[in-house]
């Protein structure tokens, strides 16, 4: 099962650099892969280098970073994930709408691959299902699964940009862009 999705910018106004942003999900009996691409004028972002030592750290939403949002349709609950370019990571698990219950135990490490070149960088990073609750291949075949991508993008200037796939407010908020999967 793939999908591929075009995160919308937030912002109406121009934004400092031109650049598209890509999101891939692919789903089979053991993993969740999902695969951000953003191109265009990256020299005009601020982009966080790899760490030798990627580790599991709060607040990567303040700087350039990727996030996913997996819910099942019949809970409030999901799961939140949050990967930086440098390889730093973080999961939550969150009981209702903005409602943080800490990091998400189960998942003790994540692996990000990053590639980059002049105009295109690609953040790919895989999730293995049985570490989530309640989410099978099964539930995303029939539709039980909802999911969100989102990305906040640093420019030059430290002004933060953001790209989901709906925006539903009036001020930017991960936490209500949910779409059937």
Same mark, same amino acid.
């Given at each position: ?28 009996? $053991? ?14 972002? #601020? ?46 698990? #969150? ?38 609750? $309640? ?11 909802? #999911? ?34």
């Amino acid at each position: 099962m793939n999908r591929c999705f075009l995160l919308k910018p937030f912002r109406i106004l121009p934004f400092t650099a031109n650049i598209k942003l890509n999101a891939q999900v692919r789903v089979d009996i $053991n993993e969740l892969h999902i695969e951000y691409a953003l191109s265009g004028e990256l020299n005009q972002l #601020i982009i966080p280098t790899p760490s030798i030592s990627p580790v599991r750290i709060y607040d990567l939403w303040e700087h350039t970073c990727f996030e996913a949002f997996l819910k099942r349709k019949d809970s409030p609950s999901y799961i939140e994930f949050n990967f930086a370019p440098s390889g730093d990571w973080n999961c939550f698990y #969150i009981s209702s709408y903005r409602v943080n219950d800490g990091e998400y135990s189960p998942i003790k490490k994540q692996t990000i691959d990053v590639s980059l070149t002049a105009d295109r960088l690609v953040l790919k990073s895989d999730i293995t299902l049985s570490l989530l609750p $309640n989410f099978s291949l099964k539930d995303f075949e029939s539709k039980k699964i909802e #999911i969100g991508l989102s990305s906040v993008i640093e420019d030059k200037n430290k002004e933060l940009n953001y790209y989901a796939l709906i925006h539903k407010r009036t001020k930017p908020d991960f936490h209500d862009g949910f779409i059937s999967f």
